[in-house]
């Protein structure tokens, strides 16, 4: 039989099965036919929240989100053991996800038909590796005396030296970052991390690569100890969380404690990367995977990427459909986690966020500004098609932002990936001050928007979804630039926010 009658019949048998059980991305059955198998998402029926009762919505969120973990991995366990063993007894590799009900398997193109057929199947999507646009470095500098620059310029905007002289550095409060990886032992970050004790690292529930198919990574493949093989990551971290103690303070809250997880490899992601990654922050787990523990959870993560929908190259499909990284981060949001979102670069038209996960109403979307309060170019706008809500939800430093660069060195880059971190570090701040915050980010997220300065100017100037920048909140910078130590302030006016 010739190879396109073969392809022919496979593609024809796979659309029958998916005509009567779970259908079937094209792209799954386009590359098992190029290449004999395909990297394929199976995604369960049961997709449904986890029912917590009788957890009261105001019980401690460390309780909720135990329970809640213990729920997610009891459904898929028992959703998902029938499709396992089958997998297993086919010789299917594969990789099981909670967070969200679904597997990660590399299924053979003989095999996708009868897979369709599963009763407990929703569909079988495809696992696409789709590249984001990183930010560039513009000046890199090593950490010599004429590099120092004290206090970034971005970290002073917001006035957060205001509220360190009040006390509040970020102590008892732990930042994650999922990116292109970290220089965990760059000398602005290494005293902030949290698998650093002063003398030893132990990387155990602080980092986790979710990279296991590069090639020619410089970092290479399932690292044990964090790595970057772009510098991103690095420069992110920086600004939530870095200070080097000998003048470069770069960081919002250099008192909190940082981990990681690499989702990118230099910049290209795949849904179940980014999943893996979202799994691990709810339940972080020892260096081979083993014995996760909610109780080690971030407070906040600061997300600097996302999963474009459109393929850069030939204009088809990316990230579509998405809603198992929506589901895997509302349950991170049920947890009691902040999820910060860059509103990403594709400003300065108006409905120009629209990759997951800024699309989405858990997320808090960050738009960037200059030194003088004015909305970057390049900062996506809104309405979000699919969203009621402001997009973004506020605005951040992200030009020219002064941060970390491995090795060893500092410089600027600019972009939404730079305001987010900022956002991140005064969510640390807030719930340093007032420890009643952790695990509710919704009052964080309000407190942000109403304490949120309106000097924003867009010098476009755009009118995005029917308001202009000077009522607020707008679509192009959402409620304003974010002032933490307006929102140090507001916390007081809270009932049931005391200081404690």
Same mark, same amino acid.
């Given at each position: 039989m010739h190879t396109f009658s073969r392809f022919l019949l496979i593609f024809l048998a796979a659309c029958t099965a998916a005509a009567h059980g779970a259908p079937i991305d094209p792209r799954v059955i386009e590359q098992a036919n190029a290449v004999g198998n395909s990297d394929a998402l199976l995604v369960l029926g049961d997709q449904s929240a986890p029912a917590l009762v009788p957890l009261a919505m105001d019980a401690d969120y460390r309780v909720r989100r135990r329970a809640l973990v213990d729920a997610l991995r009891t459904r898929a366990q028992t959703t998902q053991r029938e499709l396992r063993l089958w997998l297993d007894a086919h010789g299917i590799a594969h990789r099981d996800f909670w967070i969200a009900n679904v597997i990660e398997a590399r299924v053979p193109r003989t095999m996708l038909a009868e897979l369709a057929l599963r009763s407990e199947l929703r569909r079988v999507d495809a696992n696409p590796a789709v590249a984001m646009p990183l930010p560039q470095p513009e000046i890199a500098?090593?950490?010599?005396? %004429?590099? =120092?620059?004290?206090?970034?310029?971005?970290?002073?905007?917001?006035?957060?030296?205001?509220?360190?002289? =009040?006390?509040?550095? $970020?102590?008892?409060?732990?930042?994650? $970052?999922? /990116?292109?990886?970290?220089?965990?032992?760059?000398?602005? =970050?290494?005293?902030?991390?949290?698998?650093?004790?002063?003398?030893?690292? *132990?990387? +155990?529930?602080?980092?986790? /690569?979710?990279?296991? @198919?590069?090639?020619?990574?410089?970092?290479?493949? +399932? #690292?044990?100890?964090?790595? /970057? +093989?772009?510098?991103?990551?690095?420069?992110?971290?920086?600004?939530?969380? &870095? +200070? /080097? $103690?000998?003048?470069?303070?770069? $960081?919002?809250?250099?008192?909190?404690?940082?981990? &990681?997880?690499?989702?990118? @490899?230099? &910049?290209?992601? #795949?849904?179940?990367?980014?999943?893996?990654?979202?799994?691990?922050?709810?339940?972080? #787990? %020892?260096?081979?995977?083993?014995?996760? *523990?909610p109780d080690l959870a971030p407070d906040v993560i600061s997300n600097s990427w996302s999963c474009p929908e459109a393929a850069p190259s030939d204009g088809g499909e990316g990230c579509t459909p998405a809603d198992i990284i929506e589901s895997a981060e509302a349950n991170l949001v049920n947890a009691g986690i902040l999820f910060v979102v860059a509103a990403q670069n594709s400003g300065p038209s108006c409905s120009t966020i629209f990759d997951p996960p800024g699309i989405y109403d858990e997320s808090f979307v960050i738009g960037a500004t200059d030194s003088s309060d004015a909305l970057a170019g390049f900062s996506s706008r809104g309405p979000v098609l699919t969203s009621a809500l402001k997009r973004p939800d506020v605005s951040a430093p992200g030009v020219s932002v002064y941060s970390s660069i491995p090795p060893n060195t500092y410089g600027t880059k600019s972009g939404t990936s730079m305001a987010t971190p900022h956002v991140a570090g005064a969510a640390a701040l807030l719930m340093s001050a007032y420890p009643k915050l952790k695990g509710r980010p919704r009052a964080i997220e309000d407190i942000l928007r109403a304490t949120a300065t309106h000097a924003v100017t867009d010098p476009t100037p755009q009118t995005c979804g029917g308001t202009p920048i000077t009522a607020w909140p707008n679509n192009m910078a959402g409620y304003g630039r974010i002032d933490v130590l307006a929102a140090y302030h507001e916390v007081i006016f809270m009932d049931g926010f005391d200081g404690g």
């Amino acid at each position: 039989m010739h190879t396109f009658s073969r392809f022919l019949l496979i593609f024809l048998a796979a659309c029958t099965a998916a005509a009567h059980g779970a259908p079937i991305d094209p792209r799954v059955i386009e590359q098992a036919n190029a290449v004999g198998n395909s990297d394929a998402l199976l995604v369960l029926g049961d997709q449904s929240a986890p029912a917590l009762v009788p957890l009261a919505m105001d019980a401690d969120y460390r309780v909720r989100r135990r329970a809640l973990v213990d729920a997610l991995r009891t459904r898929a366990q028992t959703t998902q053991r029938e499709l396992r063993l089958w997998l297993d007894a086919h010789g299917i590799a594969h990789r099981d996800f909670w967070i969200a009900n679904v597997i990660e398997a590399r299924v053979p193109r003989t095999m996708l038909a009868e897979l369709a057929l599963r009763s407990e199947l929703r569909r079988v999507d495809a696992n696409p590796a789709v590249a984001m646009p990183l930010p560039q470095p513009e000046i890199a500098k090593p950490a010599a005396p %004429d590099a =120092l620059q004290s206090v970034a310029w971005g970290v002073a905007k917001i006035q957060a030296p205001a509220v360190w002289a =009040l006390g509040f550095t $970020g102590q008892g409060v732990t930042i994650a $970052g999922e /990116d292109t990886g970290y220089q965990w032992n760059h000398p602005a =970050l290494q005293p902030h991390y949290r698998g650093w004790n002063g003398s030893a690292a *132990d990387h +155990d529930y602080n980092w986790h /690569d979710a990279i296991h @198919d590069a090639v020619g990574n410089p970092c290479g493949n +399932d #690292t044990l100890a964090p790595c /970057d +093989d772009n510098g991103h990551g690095t420069h992110t971290a920086g600004t939530f969380a &870095g +200070d /080097d $103690g000998a003048g470069n303070q770069i $960081g919002v809250a250099p008192g909190a404690k940082w981990i &990681g997880c690499r989702n990118m @490899d230099r &910049g290209t992601g #795949t849904p179940a990367r980014y999943i893996e990654c979202m799994q691990w922050m709810l339940a972080p #787990t %020892d260096l081979a995977g083993n014995n996760p *523990d909610p109780d080690l959870a971030p407070d906040v993560i600061s997300n600097s990427w996302s999963c474009p929908e459109a393929a850069p190259s030939d204009g088809g499909e990316g990230c579509t459909p998405a809603d198992i990284i929506e589901s895997a981060e509302a349950n991170l949001v049920n947890a009691g986690i902040l999820f910060v979102v860059a509103a990403q670069n594709s400003g300065p038209s108006c409905s120009t966020i629209f990759d997951p996960p800024g699309i989405y109403d858990e997320s808090f979307v960050i738009g960037a500004t200059d030194s003088s309060d004015a909305l970057a170019g390049f900062s996506s706008r809104g309405p979000v098609l699919t969203s009621a809500l402001k997009r973004p939800d506020v605005s951040a430093p992200g030009v020219s932002v002064y941060s970390s660069i491995p090795p060893n060195t500092y410089g600027t880059k600019s972009g939404t990936s730079m305001a987010t971190p900022h956002v991140a570090g005064a969510a640390a701040l807030l719930m340093s001050a007032y420890p009643k915050l952790k695990g509710r980010p919704r009052a964080i997220e309000d407190i942000l928007r109403a304490t949120a300065t309106h000097a924003v100017t867009d010098p476009t100037p755009q009118t995005c979804g029917g308001t202009p920048i000077t009522a607020w909140p707008n679509n192009m910078a959402g409620y304003g630039r974010i002032d933490v130590l307006a929102a140090y302030h507001e916390v007081i006016f809270m009932d049931g926010f005391d200081g404690g």
